[in-house]
T-cell receptor, first 112, second 113 residues
Framework: KQEVTQIPAALSVPEGENLVLNCSFT??????LQWFRQDPGKGLTSLLL?????REQTSGRLNASLDKSSGRSTLYIAASQPGDSATYLC???????????FGSGTRLLVRP | SAVISQKPSRDICQRGTSLTIQCQVD?????MFWYRQQPGQSLTLIAT?????????ESGFVIDKFPISRPNLTFSTLTVSNMSPEDSSIYLC??????????FGSGTRLTVV
């Protein structure tokens, strides 16, 4: 059974700092991995999608990497801003399924 | 990627009543998904809805409590029936995105009093 873990659960950093969020999964047979952002009480906004054949994806100040063999993904946020404060969720799509399996999220606070 | 309109965005309901949540997609999609996010928790899949067939429910979720309709390829509803305070959660719909990634509605924040 696929399990997804995110570390740390919460993170507080000063504005301008570069930071790394971690996601690990137990079964390497994934179709893709997706990073989302969730503001309090709101829906999910897709940030980056990495297909199983890819190693990384970049969008603006965000870079996500994927290492299938070790069951790990990282989300790198450069030059963090207070507007980046949100919960970040990673989710894997199991190879033979249409079901997304979510991690428990990292709650990020960027202090001005 | 598909754009999903979900409503209502939030509601406060009395226990014992029911609430129907709607999701409208701007393009035809084969599969739609309904998730629940309890306070402080991550997302849990409730059911998968295909047009023209009954929804497939995950373990712990039953049709009598969460009836789902999927009348066409762009629309679905989830009803939360006979509500109790334990049903207070954010409910989200999503559409299949194996190629471009999954897209989610803006969520319905339900409080049962």
């Amino acid at each position: 059974k696929q399990e997804v873990t995110q570390i740390p659960a919460a993170l507080s950093v000063p504005e301008g700092e570069n930071l790394v969020l971690n996601c690990s999964f137990t079964d390497s047979a994934i179709y893709n991995l997706q990073w989302f952002r969730q503001d309090p009480g709101k829906g999910l906004t897709s940030l980056l999608l990495i297909q199983s054949s890819q190693r990384e994806q970049t969008s603006g100040r965000l870079n996500a990497s994927l290492d299938k063999s070790s069951g790990r993904s990282t989300l790198y946020i450069a030059a963090s801003q207070p507007g980046d404060s949100a919960t970040y969720l990673c989710a894997v799509l199991v190879d033979s399924s249409y079901k997304l399996i979510f991690g428990s999220g990292t709650r990020l606070l960027v202090r001005p | 990627s598909a754009v999903i309109s979900q409503k209502p965005s939030r509601d406060i309901c009395q226990r014992g009543t029911s609430l129907t949540i709607q999701c409208q997609v701007d393009s035809q999609v084969t599969m739609m998904f309904w998730y629940r996010q309890q306070p402080g928790q991550s997302l849990t899949l409730i059911a998968t809805a295909n047009q023209g067939s009954e929804a497939t429910y995950e373990s712990g979720f039953v049709i009598d409590k969460f009836p789902i309709s999927r009348p066409n390829l762009t629309f679905s509803t989830l009803t939360v029936s006979n509500m109790s305070p334990e049903d207070s959660s954010i409910y989200l719909c999503s559409v299949d995105g194996r190629v471009d990634g999954y897209t989610f509605g803006s969520g319905t924040r339900l409080t049962v009093v």
